[in-house]
Nanobody, 130 residues
Framework: QVQLMESGGGSVQAGGSLRLSCTAS????????MAWFRKVSGKEREGVAA????????????SVADSVKGRFTISQDSADMTVYLQMNSLTPGDTGLYYC???????????????????WGRGAQVTVSS
């Protein structure tokens, strides 16, 4: 069982930046794929960004939604089992609850689909004011 804890949410003005962190309680083969999802008002939960990493991969792979491409960056620190979501140029449309998720494995093409993930954090609120 992997427990995920998000942090770094908060309030910011449009154009500002926030960095979300997600720390996994353990690193096992159960969390070689981690992602950030968000639920914004009036929309379905969306896979924002995902990152794949394992000793079997020559390098980390990532997938980022078109809606945030160029503004959001996902990264992973193996040393402390933490995944980050750096969010720049935030707009009020980015306001929502951001969730971290983990899965044993995933493919790049499916890495931002909810159905791929077994473990979820409780979410971190991000509020962007105009």
């Amino acid at each position: 069982q992997v427990q995920l804890m998000e942090s770094g949410g908060g309030s910011v003005q449009a154009g500002g930046s926030l960095r979300l962190s997600c720390t996994a309680s353990t690193y096992t083969a159960s969390n070689n794929c981690m992602a950030w999802f968000r639920k914004v008002s009036g929309k379905e939960r969306e896979g924002v960004a995902a990152i794949l990493f394992s000793p079997m991969l020559p390098r980390k792979l990532s997938s980022v939604a078109d809606s945030v491409k160029g503004r959001f960056t996902i990264s992973q620190d193996s040393a402390d089992m933490t995944v980050y979501l750096q969010m720049n140029s935030l707009t009020p449309g980015d306001t929502g609850l951001y969730y971290c998720a983990a899965a044993p494995r995933c493919s790049v093409s499916r890495a931002r689909l909810e159905s791929e993930y077994d473990f979820w954090g409780r979410g971190a609120q991000v509020t962007v004011s105009s």
